[in-house]
């Protein structure tokens, strides 16, 4: 029987059976492949590894915020303690924290009893104060007064001597006693908003467990509830459990039985017992989601970078592979199974960093007063899974992205065109790059003149990242045409060797110059947006105070009541209180609200004309009493609100005020951007106390004998007035992260720069048998470096300009911001300080062996 008749007989053939990317056929071959070639996928992996670990610490502080607490200290023996509620509610939207302390009525103690399974309920207050030791304030955690009846929430032990038994007598926890030297019997000097005053200690207590975030001092019930200042209301209730009732099911009950309040048991506790702990989670959540983002967004772009330039170094290999009969999807798959296993295994490689970096970053928040003692750090497995997923994707679309054009050609076309890189850039990639570039452009001119607000800064803030990416896209473009147009000027054999390098290997420049440029930009916008908003804040604060005097205070702070002393100081002409805080503005945005958390300040409107000046746009300050307030230019674009509208604020408490808009000023950076009367913000804040007293007064007037019986108070010039918190007390914790980004992207640049030094070995070796020295070699290497990055410097720079122009344009008007030269140089020096040493070092390593042994070793 014929072969023919034989196949006939067989029926027509079976299909292939499909290879999956993800089969174990597929991956197999990956595997052999990236075995191979250890050193060609090790930049890969690196960049892998780095971004992992990153994106995994980025995911431990997001849980750790979520998660994480502190014990509760003096609600240590509380089963339950019942708080009001701390967060502003908004539907489909992360809960805003107050700033300050919300309160519950005094009622709420009988209500909590009267639950089945309470054994006992005791009312909380907490009065900041100093102690005073030789005439100085006491250093150390913060002084709190309570109740006596409270000691037994800790509990509190007598150690020595007797609890209060008059207005007159304290109890004192040993720490503080120990501090301050003095025992039962002793006398100590204690300072309550600005007045000083003795007591008796009576006796020396000790808590269950050691205080670590505060001090406690106790008075009688009675006398805590006079120097709280808040009559009919109360901090907290603790509850004690009757025996054989679970602390879970009791807070059940009482959160059924008594609606509108705030139930914790465990490490929540403490959330109730200091408010700011529940504030510091808030922003590490905040902290740690829009750091993640940024993180992954690079990581992606830096991982796909280096795939792709991986992938350009192998075009002589994929082009034989498809000389011998593979096809464009067999290409593709074995270049995604590459890119899973390399994403995989180095993503898991960064889990163990990630954590370690983690616990830098925890250190670094504690010590920058971010997150507070005993926040201890959670880790878990779903960080790492969460890098893991993210890198592998990354790795699968840059490797998907760098093959397409290798998968694509014809297999003679792709023989013919290893030896010189394709001039032609692919069409969506050229459209988009320069579609990008107008956008750029756009978001950092147009948006801050058209949108009002913060909008506009965000709007110009985005340019720089849109133009980063423009350039990416662009690259082989640019660095082609740079170097034409420098090959155009006289100069000698190695600079023109560098320079027609560099226009033959576009493409490779480009990948391995844009994280370098990314990190110029990115440098660049970052420190320079900062400056521009310190600098405006400063400027907008000292050439605002009108007052020749400000007294402070080292103590809690400044009885509001001390300002009509001063009044009546012969040759003080106005006294103008200042209250600090920040408020919750909220507006209508479709079905849903927006809000925006907003420093602001209490002022009396009669003493502003004489010590303040706010630059007031439009309106009238001196309108601003009962339910009125005053908005800067950026807070009033945001929420949409001018004079005579109004605008719905949550003071620092939580309560609520439809304010009528009676002034836009310009000064808001300086001073907050909300003004409200002075009044108004100190019945709302937590302690009730002034920060400043701004005193306009004639020449020689002495304050001396007026502040003598306040021992906690300074007289300043107006220096002393700062410039009102922009970032929540996050500039520290901005400095860091900055760093580890910046870090990032200086470990993506050595990386790429090494990687596509290091791969030239037979370049090198083809230009010494042809005649040139090994000295001409590197000279010619260092006029590329060179060229690196001065189009670095230059290109990074020209991207971030027109966001610092535009941001700056939006903040102050001004379309010069604010550039430190010393910081400029720095990002200069630190470029290059990458740079250099990522292609000169490589290049000695690729010169070492003699030229024949060079062009015979693999590629």
Same mark, same amino acid.
């Given at each position: 029987?014929?072969? +023919? ?79 009001? +509620? ?106 309550? /908003?600005?007045?000083? =005053? ?115 170094? *192998? ?20 270049? /995604? ?58 790795? *699968? ?6 093959? +397409? ?10 023989? /013919? ?11 969506? *990639? ?149 209250? =600090? ?8 945005? /479709? ?186 070699? =590197?000279?010619?290497? *260092? ?77």
């Amino acid at each position: 029987m014929s072969r +023919r008749r034989k196949a006939e007989e067989a029926g027509p053939p079976r299909a292939a059976k499909k290879v999956r990317t993800l089969s174990r056929q597929n991956l197999s071959l990956a595997w052999s492949t990236v075995r191979g070639r250890k050193g060609g996928f090790a930049a890969a992996l690196i960049a892998v590894a780095v971004g992992s670990a990153v994106i995994t610490a980025c995911g431990v502080l997001l849980e750790t915020g979520a998660r994480s607490g502190v014990a509760a200290e003096r609600y240590r023996g509380a089963a339950v303690v019942v708080g009001a +509620r701390q967060a502003m509610p908004v539907a489909g939207d992360a809960d805003p924290r107050l700033p300050e302390r919300a309160r519950l009525p005094a009622g709420t103690v009988a209500k909590v009893a009267a639950v089945e399974g309470v054994q006992s309920a005791v009312g909380d207050v907490s009065v900041r104060m100093a102690v005073l030791k030789g005439g100085s304030v006491l250093d150390g955690p913060s002084v709190y007064g309570h109740g006596w009846s409270a000691s037994v929430l800790a509990p509190f032990s007598l150690r020595s001597g007797t609890g209060p038994r008059s207005d007159g007598d304290v109890v004192l926890d040993t720490d503080l006693a120990e501090r301050a030297g003095v025992g039962a019997g002793g006398t100590v000097t204690l300072v309550t /908003g600005s007045v000083p =005053r003795s007591y008796r200690v009576s006796g020396v207590a000790e808590p269950a467990a050691p205080l670590d975030r505060q001090s406690a001092v106790f008075f009688t019930d009675g006398q805590a509830a006079r120097l709280y200042g808040s009559s009919g209301q109360i901090d907290a209730v603790g509850v004690l459990a009757a025996k054989g009732v679970g602390a879970g099911e009791l807070a059940t009950r009482i959160g059924k039985a008594v609606p509108g309040v705030v139930t914790a048991t465990g490490d929540d506790r403490g959330d109730v017992e200091t408010p700011d702990v529940g504030r510091m989670r808030s922003f590490v959540i905040e902290v740690a989601s829009a750091f993640g983002a940024t993180m992954v967004l690079l990581v992606v772009i830096v991982v796909a970078g280096t795939l792709a330039l991986s992938v350009e170094q *192998r075009r002589r290999e994929l082009a034989l592979l498809r000389a011998v009969g593979a096809t464009p999807r067999q290409v593709l798959r074995m270049i /995604g199974g590459e890119a899973v296993l390399v994403g995989g295994i180095g993503a898991l490689l960064g889990a163990v960093p990630g954590v370690l970096l983690a616990v830098l970053l925890h250190t670094a928040f504690t010590a920058a007063g971010a997150l507070p003692s005993g926040f201890s750090l959670v880790v878990t497995p779903l960080p790492v899974l969460a890098a893991l997923l993210i890198c592998v994707t990354a790795a *699968r679309i840059g490797g998907r992205l760098a093959a +397409r054009r290798a998968a694509k050609v014809s297999a003679v076309e792709a023989l /013919g065109d290893t030896a010189v890189e394709p001039k032609r850039l692919g069409r969506v *990639r050229l459209a988009l790059g320069l579609a990008l570039v107008p956008a750029g452009l756009a978001a950092a001119v147009v948006l801050p003149v058209v949108l009002p607000g913060e909008s506009a800064i965000d709007g110009a803030a985005s340019s720089a990242l849109v133009l980063v990416i423009a350039v990416a896209l662009l690259g082989p473009r640019l660095f082609g045409g740079i170097a034409a147009l420098l090959g155009r000027r006289p100069g000698g054999v190695t600079r023109f060797l560098a320079l027609a390098g560099a226009g033959a290997r576009a493409r490779r420049l480009s990948a391995a110059t844009t994280p370098l440029i990314m990190g110029v930009t990115m440098a660049s916008a970052q420190l320079f947006s900062a400056a521009t908003l310190a600098a405006t804040a400063h400027d907008q604060a000292t050439g605002g105070v009108l007052a020749d005097r400000v007294v402070t205070s080292e103590g809690p702070g400044i009885s509001p009541d001390l300002a009509g002393t001063l009044r009546a100081v012969p040759g003080v002409r106005a006294v103008g209180p200042v209250a =600090r805080t920040s408020v919750i503005l909220v507006w209508p945005d /479709g079905d849903g609200v927006q809000y925006r958390v907003s420093t602001a300040q209490g002022v009396d409107p009669a003493a502003v004309p004489d010590t303040m000046d706010l630059d007031v746009l439009r309106g009238d300050l001196g309108g601003l009493t009962g339910s009125a307030v005053a908005l800067s230019r950026l807070a009033a674009g945001t929420v949409g609100a001018d004079v005579g509208g109004t605008v719905d604020v949550r003071l620092g408490d939580g309560a609520v005020e439809k304010a009528e808009v009676v002034a836009v000023y310009e000064n808001g950076l300086g001073f907050g951007d909300v003004t409200l009367p002075h009044n108004v913000v100190l019945a709302h804040t937590t302690d009730h106390l002034d920060e400043w007293l701004l005193v306009r007064s004639d020449r020689g007037t002495d304050l001396s004998a007026a502040l003598k019986a306040y021992p906690t108070l300074r007289v300043s010039d107006a220096a002393a007035v700062t410039a009102a918190p922009t970032d929540g007390g996050g500039g520290a914790i901005s400095l860091v992260l900055n760093a580890v980004l910046l870090g990032y992207l200086a470990i993506a640049v050595v990386n790429t720069l090494v990687m596509a030094t290091i791969s030239r070995v037979r370049e090198f070796a083809l230009l010494r048998l042809v005649g040139l020295r090994t000295g001409q070699v =590197r000279s010619m290497m *260092r006029h590329e470096a060179a060229l690196i990055v001065s189009c670095a410097v230059v290109v990074g720079t020209v991207a971030a300009l027109p966001s610092l122009i535009g941001m700056s344009y939006a903040i102050r008007h001004s379309v010069i911001p604010t550039v430190p030269p010393l910081v400029y140089l720095g990002i200069v020096l630190a470029a290059a300080a990458i740079a250099w040493p990522a292609v000169m070092l490589p290049t000695r390593l690729a010169l070492r062996p003699p030229p024949a042994e060079a062009m015979a070793s693999p590629e």
